[in-house]
Nanobody
């Protein structure tokens, strides 16, 4: 079983920055493609970003392009989400997810991901 643990959420003013981290622990020697999603209160889970197992194939949701950056440590299952120019509409619970068995297409869809973290709250005040 793969476990994901997120950290780095908190309260920030609009225009500020936060950096989220996520570490996946699972099968030794396995590197997972990973992604970030978010879910605002009363809203559906929204795709934020994805990064391939080797650090390539980075993808972003339209609402965060140019403001958020996903990265990972080489060869490790630790990924980061650097969030800049934050807006009140970025307020949500942010979830880290990993793919072990799923396809390499439709990476913006939550059902492609096999494992999920418990989430970390990000609140952006106006």
């Amino acid at each position: 079983q793969v476990q994901l643990v997120e950290s780095g959420g908190g309260l920030v003013q609009a225009g500020g920055s936060l950096r989220l981290s996520c570490t996946a622990s699972g099968r030794p020697g396995t590197t997972y493609a990973m992604g970030w999603f978010r879910q605002g209160q009363g809203l559906e889970r929204e795709f934020v970003a994805h990064i391939g197992w080797n650090g390539g194939n980075t993808l972003y949701g339209d609402s965060v392009k140019g403001r958020f950056t996903i990265s990972r440590e080489n060869g490790k299952n630790t990924v980061y989400l650097q969030m800049n120019s934050l807006k009140p509409e970025d307020t949500a619970v942010y979830y880290c997810a990993a793919i072990e068995y799923g396809p390499s297409t439709n990476l913006h869809r939550p059902n492609v991901y096999d494992y999920w973290g418990q989430g970390t709250q990000v609140t952006v005040s106006s």
